[in-house]
């Protein structure tokens, strides 16, 4: 039998449908368990997820160990994972497909590319990029790539390859998709991603900042005493400690909890705050660095293995002011390429694994104003981490007025301790010769006693003969018997 081609629209559709149709319970959207459950807030804890950054990347959705494998093979041939149905939507991917990279680092993928410009402008996901980067292009050829600008908002960023004549994405001029669309996402040598839109475009909110602590008012004074901290927190890692009541962060005063978390609002995960505290009669400066709560906090990190499925979710997975949601099997490397319609026309970009079956994507209408400023070259890293190096760069000024002459002083308690090292050596060296000496006397001292001993039992003994024969004399002298 000839396999129909996605020819046109209409076709398609009704392809699509038919297929939805005989298989309505299979190809469903599934249930949106990634939704990150309410935690309460209470009035005195700042606390701690994992991201399980050491899950196994490749697998993208793991059966539970109690499934049945006959079982689920024979539902997997009705999903939209079946090989036979996904490869319908190979014709929609196939123009997107080729403007389609991989990105890489030391040989591990990072993740996905789009080219946006013919002569090796590439967009990627931004939070994702670490240590020295490789493209490896659709035609195979594997190249380094430089970060060539940021955008935070968006977490996007646009790598610079030397290469040209490239096929550079089209974005398509579409409305937002909307609940219920099928979108694909085409992957290199790999059969697409298939998925349907489940929440419309909306704004996902930022996390909160997140320090480790459990926080109490004082009755006395203003500040907040903490009462607990978390292990491998933030404030575990600063150094600070319980019962430190904390008076200030930044210029900021904080009188209460109440104030400290208005304070704290202010500010995004992952930014450096100086946190004021009195620890006894002493003020101490301590500077740490904010994490993310839903990726640091105890009380997630069960709700996030339980979306990770064995493969870990996106390092950042919200504040994004828009996006749409679609429920295809996406893992954490494979964001930051396209998804496309029915149509194969590319209508985003995907931004981020929320959860086993939640996946952020941004609309072309977010995209194309940020790859226009990306192009300009004002985004560059040294640009849009201005204001952060300039912190680094202020606190190591601090930090070298706070060592002072320490460096100094090292070097010579340095050349100090050589010194006594080396008289340490010597009297050892000639404390060894006096345990020689002391053991030589030892044993002559050891001789003289036994020599000693023996004169003394020669004495006694002489001593008793004079004293018998003296006896004796006197008896015959007298010539008594």
């Not at 991201?51 to 093979?73: C, E, I, M, Q, T």
């Not at 904010?290 to 493969?311: F, V």
């Not at 749409?324 to 893992?331: E, G, I, R």
């Not at 070298?400 to 002083?409: F, K």
């Amino acid at each position: 039998m000839t396999l129909l081609k996605f020819n046109s629209k209409p076709l398609c559709l009704s392809l699509l449908l038919l297929l939805a149709t005989v298989a309505a319970p299979a190809l469903a959207p599934l249930p949106c368990y990634s939704q990150v459950a309410q935690e309460s807030d209470t009035p005195d804890t700042d606390e701690q997820e994992s991201g399980n950054d050491k899950a196994d990347d490749d697998v993208p959705y793991r059966l539970s160990p109690n499934r049945s494998p006959r079982g689920s093979r024979s539902v997997e041939q009705f999903s939209k994972r079946a090989e036979g149905f996904v490869s319908l939507f190979k014709p929609v991917v196939e123009s997107a497909s080729q403007s389609v990279v991989k990105v890489y680092s030391g040989g591990r993928q990072l993740a996905l590319g789009v080219i946006v410009d013919s002569d090796g402008l590439i967009l990627t996901k931004a939070s994702e990029l670490k240590g020295e980067l490789k493209c490896q292009l659709p035609n195979g050829k594997l190249i380094p790539a430089d970060v060539y600008g940021i955008h935070s908002e968006t977490d996007l960023a646009m790598l610079r390859v030397r290469a040209s004549s490239l096929n550079a994405v089209q974005f398509a001029p579409e409305p937002d998709p909307t609940i219920g669309q099928w979108v694909a996402s085409p992957l290199p040598d790999q059969q697409p991603l298939v998925g349907i839109v489940s929440v419309n475009t909306r704004e996902i909110p930022p996390s909160t900042p997140f320090i480790g602590i459990q926080m109490s008012n004082l009755d006395d004074r203003d500040g907040v005493r903490i009462s607990r901290i978390v292990s491998k927190s933030p404030a575990d890692e600063a150094g600070l400690w319980i019962n430190d009541v904390i008076v200030k962060i930044d210029s900021s005063d904080t009188a209460d909890i109440d104030s400290l978390r208005e304070v704290l609002g202010q500010y995004d995960p992952n930014e450096r705050i100086t946190m004021t505290v009195l620890r006894g009669d002493s003020e101490k400066r301590i500077k740490l660095t904010l994490a993310e709560k839903d990726k640091a906090s105890p009380q997630n990190r069960r709700s996030n293995q339980q979306n990770s499925m064995g493969s870990r979710l996106s390092r950042r997975r919200k504040a994004f002011s828009n996006a749409f949601q679609h429920d295809s099997m996406l893992t954490a490397r494979n964001c930051g390429g396209p998804v496309v319609n029915l149509e194969g026309q590319v209508i985003g970009i995907n931004i981020a694994r929320a959860g086993r079956v939640a996946n952020y994507s941004l609309p072309v209408k977010t995209i194309e104003p940020v790859v226009a400023e990306l192009k300009t070259g004002n985004l560059a890293p040294e640009i849009v981490n201005k204001e952060a190096i300039e912190k680094i760069d202020l606190e190591l000024e601090e930090n070298a007025e706070r060592l002072g002459d320490i460096p100094n002083r090292v070097a010579d308690m340095e050349r100090k301790l050589e010194a006594e090292q080396i008289r340490r050596d010597e009297l050892n060296k000639a404390m060894l010769h006096f345990k020689k000496q002391l053991a030589q006397q030892d044993d002559q001292l050891a001789r003289q006693q036994k020599d000693l001993r023996s004169l003394k039992d020669d004495l006694k003994r002489a001593e008793q003969i004079r004293r018998r024969l003296n006896d004796n004399r006197k008896l015959l002298s007298t010539g008594r018997r």
